[in-house]
């Protein structure tokens, strides 16, 4: 592709989700634990989230939204030549879990790499398939976010557990050259590794032979987490020289309403374009925006030609945004 001196720009050709069959609410926890429906309610917006069940992987979620997202895309799974899987709960150490996915899918060809930005994994692995087609190296890339989080949550911690689940979506990227202007427009990403100690994982493989467990200081990442996000939506309007009543649509990982209201209010963002579905899901992390978008979809929300933005801050820290012309 690379050899026609053609400029490629990557086109959203289809979306797709899935979630685990069992459904976790608010009140299940309470019977479970000392907390309360209206604790998490009004501190995170969640009232319910999936939990995976036994045989219910990240590469088993993964595979199913791919398969919905390439079926929306009119493609054939053979069409597809790169995956990049993002996620921080991969189903073993190694291979890579998106070399699961592939097999499943019947691919034979092409590459597949986890990509670990733990919640703003998605962003990142829109970035790297976005670089792929824009260099003319490839032609159909499968971008998947899928976590089962539930699996390094410690459930003897009410701070913690009730604050994720699980779950998958996908989207396949392809590689256009006519003269619309349709596609990812733009990516900007950061990471800083000061603040690690603020939300990590007590284990793995090269420190512990045990997976350990996720540890937040949840006060800490809120801070953080308005001001690095507000600053991505800024970053990309200011970018593309847009104004923030520009956007249509705001696809955001799902971590906190109060969060979400915080940035909104910071940036002066209407409420009725951010996407929600954090009171469903609860935070899947790498998972989270592929859901939300899913379900915008769905629900006829986004459409051909329509300004979205998506944005996330996880772990580490990172960040990031990626702006999309549908
Ligand atoms: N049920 C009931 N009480 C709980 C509880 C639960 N599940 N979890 C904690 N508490 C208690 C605490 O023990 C504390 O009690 P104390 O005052 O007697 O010590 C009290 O609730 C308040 O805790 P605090 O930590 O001050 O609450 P908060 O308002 O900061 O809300 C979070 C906690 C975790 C919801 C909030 O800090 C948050 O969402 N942070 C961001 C986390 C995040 O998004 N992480 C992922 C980023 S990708």
């Known amino acids: 592709m690379s050899s026609n001196n053609k400029i490629y720009r990557s086109i959203v050709s289809g979306v797709g989700a899935s979630l685990p069959k069992e459904i976790v609410t608010n009140k299940d926890l309470s019977m479970r634990m000392d907390t309360s429906e209206e604790w998490i309610e009004e501190r995170t917006g969640i009232k319910e989230r999936r939990i995976a069940s036994e045989g219910e992987t990240t590469s088993s979620l993964g595979t199913e939204a791919a398969q919905i997202a390439i079926n929306n895309s009119g493609l054939k799974n053979s069409d597809i030549d790169l995956i990049v899987l993002a996620t921080a709960t991969p189903d073993n150490t190694f291979p890579a879990s998106a070399t699961l996915i592939q097999s499943s899918l019947g691919i034979e ?18 970035e790297a398939a976005d670089n792929a087609i824009k260099a003319g190296n490839i032609k159909n890339a499968l971008v998947i976010g899928s976590e089962t989080f539930s699996r390094i949550l410690d459930w003897d911690d009410r701070s913690t557990c009730v604050l994720f689940g699980d779950g998958a979506g996908a989207m396949v990227l392809s590689a256009s050259s006519d003269d619309t202007n349709r596609g990812v427009l733009s990516n900007h990403l950061h990471s800083d590794g000061r603040y690690k100690d603020l939300l990590y994982v007590d284990g793995g493989p090269s420190i512990s032979n045990q997976v350990g467990f996720l540890r937040m200081d949840g006060k800490g990442v809120f801070k953080h987490a308005v001001h690095n996000l507000s600053s991505a939506i800024i970053e990309a309007i200011d970018y593309n020289d847009l104004t923030i009543d520009d956007i249509d649509w705001f696809v955001p990982h799902q971590a906190n309403i109060r969060i979400l209201e915080a940035v909104s209010k910071k940036v002066g963002l209407s409420k009725d374009k951010v996407i929600i579905t954090l009171d469903k899901h609860a935070n899947t992390s790498a998972a989270s925006i592929p859901l939300a978008l899913y379900e915008a979809i769905e629900n006829d929300k986004i459409k051909k030609g329509d300004l979205v933005l998506l944005e996330a801050m996880g772990g580490g820290f990172s960040w990031g945004s990626t702006l999309i012309r549908w």
């Open 109 to 126: 060809k092409g590459y597949a790499y986890d990509m670990q930005a733990v919640c703003s994994g998605f962003v990142f692995a829109v």
